[in-house]
């Protein structure tokens, strides 16, 4: 089976950094997806990773271990508008599994 | 360029009515995917088209759900009878091919509640 972990919740501060964790023990591997989605809209493509180590853009980036089998997506500046929940998504033969959500609530 | 159209936004019906749910893919994009988002879960996939043709329907639960792409471009599913536990969102992706890497754009979805 495929099995993909993310924390239920976390709260963070605005301004402040925060580090939303993801592991995954699949059956293969093609690369890991991390998705936005506010509440009641549909999620929206965030990062790529399929190699070892740090994507970064803009404020945000996320990091992929294979042999480690874990990513984190890193959010800098926190801002209001970046509360929502963070899917990560695993991509084995062009199919994809995903975690059940990191709610991310950015309190002022 | 336009995003992935779903219709209807939100559907209430009783359990064991039957109701069908509409996506249009982003122009040109091969394939698409429906989802199954129960509230406070990650999206389950339930059927993945390739053009015309099925590639994985593995989670569809097939005596009660059914999906369509007949001329490889917009898609329905229905579900027939529907049931309590059917409550969700029912989430449309596509992307330009089925290939790793390519990534999948969603629609902004349907809220089904069944009572």
């Known amino acids: 089976g495929q099995n993909i972990d993310q924390p239920t919740e976390m709260t963070a501060t605005e301004g402040a950094i925060v580090q939303i964790n993801c592991t995954y023990q699949?059956?293969?591997?093609?690369?890991l997806f991390w998705y936005q989605q506010h509440a009641g809209e549909a999620p929206t493509f965030l990062s790529y990773?399929?190699?070892?180590g740090l994507e970064e853009k803009g404020r945000f980036s996320s990091f992929l271990s294979r042999s480690k089998g874990y990513s984190y997506l890193l959010l800098k500046e926190l801002q209001m508008k970046d509360s929502a929940s963070y899917l990560c998504?695993?991509?084995?033969?062009?199919?994809?599994?995903f975690g059940s959500g990191t709610k991310l609530n950015v309190k002022p | 360029e336009a995003g992935v159209a779903q219709s209807p936004r939100y559907k209430i019906i009783e359990k064991r009515q039957s109701v069908a749910f509409w996506c249009n893919p982003i122009?040109?994009?091969?394939?698409l995917y429906w989802y199954q988002q129960i509230l406070g879960q990650g999206p389950k996939l339930l059927i993945q088209?390739?053009?015309?043709?099925?590639?994985?329907d593995s989670q569809l639960p097939k005596d009660r759900f059914s999906a369509e792409r007949l001329k490889g471009v917009d898609s329905t599913l229905k579900i027939q009878p529907a049931k309590l536990e059917d409550s969700a969102v029912y989430l449309c992706?596509?992307?330009?091919?089925?290939?790793?890497?390519?990534?999948?754009?969603f629609g902004p979805g349907t809220r089904l509640t069944v009572l």
């Open positions: 992706a596509s992307s330009r091919t089925s290939g790793s890497q390519d990534t999948q754009y």
């Open positions: 699949t059956s293969g591997f093609n690369g």
């Open positions: 990773n399929v190699l070892d």
């Open positions: 998504a695993v991509e084995n033969f062009n199919k994809f599994y």
């Open positions: 122009s040109g994009h091969a394939t």
């Open positions: 088209f390739q053009n015309n043709g099925v590639v994985d």
